[in-house]
């Protein structure tokens, strides 16, 4: 079934064009990434997806749900669409604990004890359960990203968005943060779209990838093609013989 569906998306900032016919159709449990220069329009497309921005024209369906009209209840979207940024987003007036606890507390109203219990051994599993009671700004950053993830991952979402989740992390802390993504990535059930620029992420990872560029969707491609074969499309093969293929 899909999770998430764009059928002739159009996405305007005023005059510019910045979604153009969008078609796109990710299925449950897929790994799916996105890739594209700057300003290809990469994180428009998947802020789209929990409805940071709206879309213009077309339909838009996630989990069932047509974003694209006006009457769409948000919330019940981001119940089940997790989504990690580019500068974590952490809350810095709360400690790490409660950063994780609070959406489900209020959202999903998840009792204080098996609520508190779920996010400790989310803390567990990426490493951090002895910065439980730590605020964000004793962090580093690829700590943070990784609190980030668990916090997403408390509301038990059916997909996670990731927006560049790497790019703002120092080299050494980019590998922590991949690792956690990689186990996320173990269930078969999750599905995942993420905006990377790390392809041997993407090729371990991926089922599919994708290319974007000026607002559109020039490639759409089984990992195997994208890097084994060749991409078809022109601008997509010169992108990565210049990003590197691994
Ligand atoms: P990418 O993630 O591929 O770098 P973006 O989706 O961030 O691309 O941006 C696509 C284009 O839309 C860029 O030209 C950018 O300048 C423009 N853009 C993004 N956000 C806004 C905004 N809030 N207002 C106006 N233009 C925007």
Do not use: W
Request: glycine share 6%; charged share 25%.
């Amino acid at each position: 079934m899909s999770m998430i569906e764009f059928r002739n998306v159009e996405k305007y900032y005023d005059e510019f064009h910045a979604l153009i016919d969008i078609n796109l159709t990710i299925n449950e449990g897929e790994k799916v990434v996105l890739i594209g220069p700057s300003g290809s329009g990469k994180s428009t497309l998947i802020r789209t997806i929990n409805g940071l921005e709206r879309v213009h024209s077309g339909q838009l369906l996630v989990n069932g749900f047509d974003l694209a009209d006006k009457k769409t209840d948000m919330n019940k979207i981001r119940k089940n669409v997790g989504m990690v940024f580019q500068h974590f987003n952490l809350y810095t007036n709360k400690t790490v604990l409660e950063n994780i606890m609070i959406a489900p507390r209020l959202v999903l109203k998840r009792s204080e004890s098996e609520n508190k219990k779920l996010a400790m051994e989310l803390l567990d599993s990426i490493g951090l359960a002895d910065k439980a009671g730590n605020l964000p700004s004793q962090l580093s950053g690829g700590q943070s990203q990784r609190i980030a993830i668990a916090r997403s991952l408390a509301m038990k979402p059916k997909c996670l968005l990731f927006d560049e989740p790497t790019s703002a992390l120092d080299p050494e802390m980019i590998d922590d943060v991949l690792n956690v993504m990689r186990e996320v990535a173990e269930d078969s059930s999750m599905t995942m779209l993420v905006v990377t620029h790390e392809m041997s992420f993407a090729r371990e990872v991926a089922d599919r990838v994708i290319f974007m560029d000026s607002g559109k969707i020039l490639e759409d491609n089984l990992k195997e093609i994208f890097f084994d074969g060749e991409p078809t499309n022109n601008r997509a093969r010169r992108f990565l013989s210049k990003i590197g293929k691994h």
